[in-house]
């Protein structure tokens, strides 16, 4: 009903992330067939369930002109395996609810342009000073469009880095990394220290060895890291040794748990990849 609503005026159509089963796959896959969209976009996690589905019945949808994939890191794996269902290439984005599209990669498919044409991004630290390209900060961003209801540096609750090298491709736009989760999200350690592990990169030495992942620090401090493995060779101990790396970031003052799964929970329909339910102050 909704997409029938949202099809004119819109030109989209959608799958209700927080609600998926094989039924509104079925569907989804069915319209998609019929609109043939040239941009299929999506939260990773969602990507993914929707591939898994794909593969599961024999099934294929139009290749669209590009996939685009976010609120989750896109691993490499996880990358190759969506262009090889979908037939097209899969680009990485990052945007925020308020914002809208923020930042997109180019065919380059290595970080993301800022659309600084439309928004402006600053990474600062803790007291609002610019940090330095390279170094992770807090993600600031300014809408230059919205006259109803400006945003000017609007803390979007997310980390970043900025790169101070200009893209191959020739574009002018500037770069930055991937963003890194929430600072709300952060994990810290019972003395209340912050700690600056990479969680979105935890992986990275060994992308093929991880499908999915989800790091989550329980009220007790106690850290849960799920993991949905990979086809990789070796790829337990990859994840054994990326999960020990990790304990040792916590100086081993609290207890880092592996769970192997076969899927991860969803929140109001993103795939949380950090979650932390240690009480704030
Ligand atoms: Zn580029």
């Given at each position: 009903m909704k997409n029938a609503l949202s099809w004119w005026p819109t030109l989209q159509f959608h799958l209700d992330a927080a609600r998926i089963t094989d039924e509104s796959m079925t569907r989804f896959r069915r319209e998609m067939t019929r609109i043939r969209p040239r941009l299929f976009e999506g939260y990773a996690g969602t990507l993914v369930e929707f591939a898994d589905f794909l593969e599961r019945r024999g099934l294929r949808v139009p290749e669209p002109a590009a996939v685009a994939s976010t609120a989750a890191p896109l691993t490499a794996p996880v990358r190759t395996r969506l262009e090889a269902v979908f037939g097209t290439p899969v680009y990485d984005e990052y945007r925020a609810s308020e914002f809208g599209w923020i930042t997109g990669e180019c065919a380059q498919q290595d970080g993301l342009h800022v659309f600084s044409d439309v928004h402006r991004v600053e990474v600062v630290d803790g007291e609002g000073f610019p940090a330095a390209p390279g170094e992770l900060g807090d993600l600031v961003v300014t809408d230059l469009r919205n006259g109803v209801y400006p945003l000017i540096r609007?803390?979007?609750g997310d980390r970043g880095i900025l790169r101070a090298e200009p893209c191959p491709c020739g574009r002018s736009l500037p770069m930055m990394e991937q963003p890194q989760g929430r600072t709300n999200d952060l994990l810290h350690l019972p003395d209340g220290t912050a700690l600056a592990h990479h969680i979105s990169v935890m992986f990275s030495d060994h992308p093929?060895?991880?499908?999915l992942f989800q790091v989550h620090q329980h009220e007790d401090y106690s850290i849960t890291v799920r993991v949905v493995e990979g086809e990789g060779l070796d790829a337990r101990a990859h994840i054994e040794s990326a999960v020990g790396e990790l304990r040792e970031r916590t100086r081993n003052e609290v207890p880092v748990r592996l769970d192997l799964v076969d899927s991860l929970p969803y929140t109001g329909g993103k795939t949380k990849y950090i979650i932390s339910d240690v009480p704030r102050s």
């Open positions: 609007y803390r979007t093929e060895s991880v499908r």
